[in-house]
């Protein structure tokens, strides 16, 4: 398509036209640094062994929220269940299943590449490419097909390829797609320059709006940039992984969008900045986004005092021996807990790893009685090991989650509210 008939569509072909790329805004800095401030001691509360399992947990949480923005809402029971290859029988719920299955691996093997290549070029069209197209080559094919809304025609989402059809979501046209290596290029220059104090965590909310302005592949661009933005917050932020801002995005979708659609707009006026785009849209995206990351770090701040979940993890237990809160379905032992349970865990908690060894001072039980109360909590994945006959980690599992971290996702009937 000649660059003036594309201009005639309204289509975006000059980078230029992505101006503004950065803001300087004072309360958008004060909010960085509060994020900055909170997430590492929020990072610097729990051992390093408890963190693992929190982050196993979280990359759940963040495949829920996540493709919840996209319309799948497969619950996180549902989704861990999928982890185990325990799939529904309906078509329909199994894709979506996988769909969420297929973000939580794609979690795992960023911050796999990310400690294997720490100097990795998160910004670059390379990188992006990658994310795209792990997520798809893992998605049925049923999930791999979208429909032009103007022609009717269906057209195939091939993973880490960029678009090469035009595309209009809402009210926004994204730039040409003979066009999308230059904006990409340039994406990359401006935002995968170093800055220093609480610039990089303004640059990962502008470069969020951006990823989703250029908008560079037919489907998914909506998860490439929430993946991308995990991989920035991990590289910057101590404590990122234990919090997400998926969680929040979600729980604020209507803000969120709104947020978006706002630094779309063209700019208004002299007051309005220099460039093509809004200055002041680009701004409230900004201030909305950070606020939502200082909402998620408080959250998890509030759940993760140590006093209150200790409470909560002894509740549990005590529910478990009433027979009140029972076991997941498919686990074969007994649904009545011992009490002497809530002890064990809440020390996997303070200490990260208990060794096998000290079972039965914690618990106050005999040799046999304590190996068969590991063995229960284990096939549970209430306490988790490293290794067989390693040290005993606290788990996570999303069946005791509603209890352990009140409102970390919707309840499941029977949880608490």
């Given at each position: 398509?000649?660059?003036?008939?594309?201009?005639?569509?309204?289509?975006?072909?000059k980078i230029s036209e992505m101006e503004p790329m950065m803001v300087e805004d004072g309360e958008s800095e004060d909010l960085a640094a509060q994020i900055l401030a909170k997430s590492a001691a929020l990072g610097a509360r729990l051992p390093e062994a408890t963190q693992i399992s929190m982050r196993e947990l979280l990359r759940i949480i963040n495949s829920y929220y996540s493709n919840m923005i996209e319309g799948n809402s497969t619950h996180p029971i549902d989704i861990e269940r999928a982890t185990r290859k325990d799939y529904s029988s309906d078509p329909a719920k199994r894709n979506r299943q996988i769909e969420s299955v297929?973000?939580?691996?794609?979690?795992r093997q960023i911050e796999e590449r990310l400690a294997r290549e720490p100097d990795v070029a998160i910004?670059?069209?390379?990188f992006l490419c990658w994310v795209h197209k792990i997520f798809y080559d893992q998605l049925p094919d049923e999930l791999r097909w979208v429909r032009n809304e103007e022609t009717g025609k269906k057209l195939e989402v091939v993973g880490g390829e960029i678009r090469t059809a035009d595309v209009r979501v809402g009210t926004h046209v994204g730039p040409a797609s003979f066009c999308l290596q230059a904006f990409l290029d340039r994406f990359h220059q401006r935002y995968g320059t170093q800055s220093h104090g609480v610039h990089p965590i303004i640059t990962v909310a502008?470069?969020?709006h951006r990823l989703m302005w250029i908008h560079p592949f037919m489907d998914g661009n909506g998860r490439v940039a929430r993946l991308y933005t995990d991989a920035a917050f991990r590289r910057i932020l101590p404590g990122y992984g234990i919090w997400n801002v998926s969680r929040g995005l979600a729980r604020n979708r209507d803000s969120y969008y709104n947020a978006l659609s706002h630094a779309d707009a063209p700019r208004k006026g002299d007051l309005d900045g220099r460039g093509n785009l809004s200055r002041k849209g680009l701004e409230k995206f900004c201030r909305v986004f950070l606020e939502v990351c200082v909402d998620?770090?408080?959250?998890m701040d509030s759940v993760l005092k140590l006093d209150g979940l200790l409470e909560r993890i002894k509740g549990y237990v005590t529910l478990r021996t009433l027979n009140i809160a029972l076991p997941?379905?498919?686990i074969a032992s007994a649904s009545k807990m011992r009490p002497e349970a809530a002890r064990l865990l809440q020390e996997a908690?303070?200490?990260?790893?208990v060794p096998r060894g000290e079972v039965g001072r914690i618990t106050g039980?005999?040799?046999?009685?304590?190996?068969?109360l590991v063995s229960a909590l284990l096939q549970e994945k209430l306490l988790v090991s490293p290794m067989p006959q390693g040290g005993l980690r606290l788990g996570f599992p999303i069946h005791a989650v509603e209890y352990y971290f009140p409102s970390l996702y919707p309840p499941t009937s029977g949880g608490p509210a």
């Open positions: 398509m000649p660059e003036s008939e594309a201009r005639k569509l309204g289509l975006y072909t297929a973000h939580i691996d794609c979690q910004t670059s069209p390379d502008a470069s969020h998620q770090i408080e959250y997941p379905s498919g908690l303070l200490r990260g790893e039980l005999g040799d046999r009685v304590a190996r068969g």
